[in-house]
Structure formats: C-alpha cells, structure tokens
C-alpha cells in the first residue's frame, strides 16, 4: 500500500514535469539566447521576456504541480531512491515528447543514453 | 563555448542534487504527510533545510533556462541525471541512508548514458525553420505590441 502510494506520486510528478520541461524548451527557444540578452541589456530584460512568454507561465505551473508531488514523494521513501527514480523516468518521458512534439533530432546515440538511464533506474529500485 | 557547456553541466547538476538532499533532510524535521491533513505541506515553508534547499533548486532552474535557450531539451536533460550521482553520494554522507551495491550500479549506468549524450551535438540543425521560428515570433511580438496600444 505504501509503495503503490509512493509510486503513483511519483507517477504524477514524471507527467508533470516532462510536460513542463517540452514546455520550457520550446519557449526558451522563441526568446532567444539568454547569456546574450544578458551581456547586452542586464538580467532584468531577460526576466521581462521570460515572465511575458505564456508557454513558460504554463510549463511553470506544470513544474510548481511536479514540486508539490515531489515534496510529498520524499517525505513517503528515500531521497536516493526517489529524486533519480523521478528525475530519471521523467528524462525517457521528456524525450519521447521531445522527439514528437518539439521535432528535435533524437538520433542513435540519445536513444541509446535513454536505455542506459532506464536500466539504470531500474537497478535503483533494486 | 566549451568552457561554457561544462559550467553549466555542473551548475545544473550540482543545484539539483543538493536541492533534493536539503529537502529531504527538512522534511525529515516536518515528518509524515497524511491526505486527510495534506495542508500540512505548506509547513514546509518555515523550516531553514527546506528554504536552503529551495534556493539551490532556483539556482538549478536559471542555469536551466539558460541552457534550454541554446540548446536542445534532450541534450540538457541528462545534465540533470548527474545529479543522481551526487544526491547518491550526499544521502549517504549526510542523511545516513543505506546505498546498496545495485543503486550504485544503477548511478553508474545513469552517469554513462549521460556521458554519452554530452559528447554528441547540442542542438539539432535546422537554419530554414529556425529564421522561420524567429520571424513567427516577432511576428507574435508585434502583434501583442498592437494588441496592447
């Protein structure tokens, strides 16, 4: 019961956070390079942009979502466990979003780093 | 640029794994949260470990932004996963849980599918549809300069 309670928090919290981060990528995208909004015109106008770009507001949401299942997922199990089983099934998920929504170029290689980390999580529940 | 790659690698990783470590360590002061008390979350606001940890999290989520700006989301997420290696090592130093010999195992693999995706391109190619991309949103930004005079 409790490890059924702790995965589906977990569950929750790869959802919310693989959305989030597709979201974040494709609106730090449509801003621009953000050292070189920095260098030029100082770290407030790269807060002004990123604050105006709705995709991030939403992808924020997302992520604030994710937190919450986090805060609650680390109080049920160990943080070894809990924050690379998380962080690492959100990773397979994000590229998997990656690939079909934001169409970047997920090629053999990023493929093959995907297996590693899923066998990887699998031994961390071990 | 390469220089710039490796900072940011290790900014992102090292914030995530000794965020998650601090939240761990202030929620263990916070104890059990039950749903039919869930309110009791928002506690979590006033403990100094939780606060700590919630400043390194900020840290890791500017770095990732930045990174995010410039190059492509499969390429920056395993960053992250080196933090694995660090909240690994931190929960046993300075949370005293046990780290079986199988999630050591499982670190190890992690690191090296990391390893292999940071070697690879930052970002996927495209030069049409990127000044496509940029002419659509300053085509947006226009707009909304309209929108709002």
């Given at each position: 019961?409790?490890?059924?309670?702790?995965?589906?928090?977990?569950?929750?919290?790869?959802?919310?956070?693989?959305?989030?981060?597709?979201?974040?990528?494709?609106?730090?995208?449509?801003?621009?390079?953000?050292?070189?909004?920095?260098?030029?015109?100082?770290?407030?106008?790269?807060?002004?942009?990123?604050?105006?770009?709705?995709?991030?507001?939403?992808?924020?949401?997302c992520?604030?979502?994710?937190?919450?299942?986090?805060?609650?997922?680390?109080?049920?199990?160990?943080?070894?466990?809990?924050?690379?089983?998380?962080?690492s099934?959100?990773?397979?998920?994000?590229?998997?979003l990656a690939?079909?929504?934001?169409?970047?170029?997920?090629?053999?290689?990023?493929?093959?780093?995907a297996?590693?980390?899923?066998?990887?999580?699998?031994?961390?529940?071990? | 640029?390469?220089?710039?790659?490796?900072?940011?690698?290790?900014?992102?990783?090292?914030?995530?794994?000794?965020?998650?470590?601090?939240?761990?360590?202030?929620?263990?002061?916070?104890?059990?949260?039950?749903?039919?008390?869930?309110?009791?979350?928002?506690?979590?606001?006033?403990?100094?470990?939780?606060?700590?940890?919630?400043?390194?999290?900020?840290g890791?989520?500017?770095?990732y932004?930045?990174?995010?700006?410039?190059?492509?989301?499969?390429?920056?997420?395993?960053?992250?996963?080196?933090?694995?290696?660090?909240?690994?090592?931190?929960?046993?130093?300075?949370?005293?849980?046990?780290?079986?010999?199988?999630?050591?195992a499982?670190?190890?693999?992690?690191?090296?599918?990391?390893?292999?995706?940071?070697?690879?391109?930052?970002?996927?190619?495209?030069?049409?549809?990127?000044?496509?991309?940029?002419?659509?949103?300053?085509?947006?930004?226009?707009?909304?300069?309209?929108?709002?005079?």
């Amino acid at each position: 019961m409790n490890s059924l309670k702790l995965w589906t928090a977990i569950g929750m919290l790869v959802l919310a956070s693989s959305a989030g981060d597709v979201m974040l990528s494709a609106a730090m995208k449509r801003i621009g390079d953000l050292d070189a909004i920095r260098i030029n015109k100082g770290l407030l106008t790269v807060i002004g942009h990123v604050v105006r770009e709705k995709l991030f507001l939403l992808g924020l949401c997302c992520l604030i979502f994710s937190f919450f299942c986090l805060l609650t997922a680390l109080s049920w199990g160990d943080a070894s466990l809990v924050a690379p089983a998380s962080a690492s099934l959100t990773y397979i998920c994000s590229a998997i979003l990656a690939k079909f929504l934001l169409h970047e170029n997920v090629d053999r290689r990023r493929w093959l780093s995907a297996a590693l980390v899923c066998v990887g999580v699998l031994l961390l529940v071990k | 640029m390469k220089f710039k790659k490796i900072f940011i690698y290790l900014a992102i990783a090292c914030c995530n794994g000794a965020g998650d470590v601090l939240l761990k360590r202030g929620m263990q002061n916070l104890g059990e949260i039950h749903l039919s008390r869930w309110t009791h979350i928002f506690n979590a606001f006033i403990d100094p470990w939780i606060i700590l940890g919630i400043l390194f999290l900020a840290g890791f989520f500017y770095s990732y932004l930045t990174a995010l700006s410039w190059a492509d989301l499969t390429y920056v997420l395993p960053a992250t996963a080196f933090g694995y290696v660090i909240t690994a090592f931190l929960s046993r130093v300075f949370l005293h849980e046990t780290v079986s010999p199988w999630r050591w195992a499982g670190v190890l693999l992690i690191t090296c599918g990391v390893g292999l995706v940071a070697r690879g391109p930052s970002l996927t190619e495209r030069p049409t549809k990127d000044t496509a991309l940029g002419k659509d949103s300053a085509i947006s930004r226009a707009k909304e300069q309209h929108e709002l005079a």
